[in-house]
């Protein structure tokens, strides 16, 4: 099982950036996917997740700026980000999880994790 992350990088308050997360070894159609990030210093929190059938979840600080996504034909996992604010810079980790219904967001009921990405944001 790998998961790699792209697509972080250095943006102004109120920007956009698009994560993906390219999963192999298994098949993201059939268990629950997440996004997770970690700044420095803090508790790694729970941003999204999606389920094997499609339904999303958010936390409430992401609600109505990000939306997660996947493309189950190319197995990749997306977590598109607008209005950006400076309290989103983390690292920004993929996950998965060995279940079909994502249930918490919490960073114990994952199995699987990315390296991260780098997610700057500058006031």
């Known amino acids: 099982v790998q998961l790699v992350e792209s697509g972080g990088g250095s943006v102004q308050a109120g920007g956009s950036l698009r994560l993906s997360c390219a999963a192999s070894?298994?098949?993201?159609?059939?268990?629950?996917m997440g996004w997770f990030r970690q700044a420095a210093g803090e508790e790694r929190e729970g941003v999204a997740s999606i389920s094997s059938d499609g339904t999303p979840r958010y936390a409430d600080s992401v609600k109505g700026r990000f939306t997660i996504s996947k493309d189950n034909a190319k197995n990749n996992l997306y977590l598109q980000m607008n209005s950006l604010k400076p309290e989103d810079s983390a690292t920004y980790y993929c996950a998965a999880a060995w279940y079909p219904v994502c249930l918490v967001l919490k960073r114990a009921m994952y199995n699987y994790w990315g390296q991260g990405t780098q997610v700057t944001v500058s006031s």
């Open positions: 070894g298994f098949t993201m159609r059939s268990v629950c």
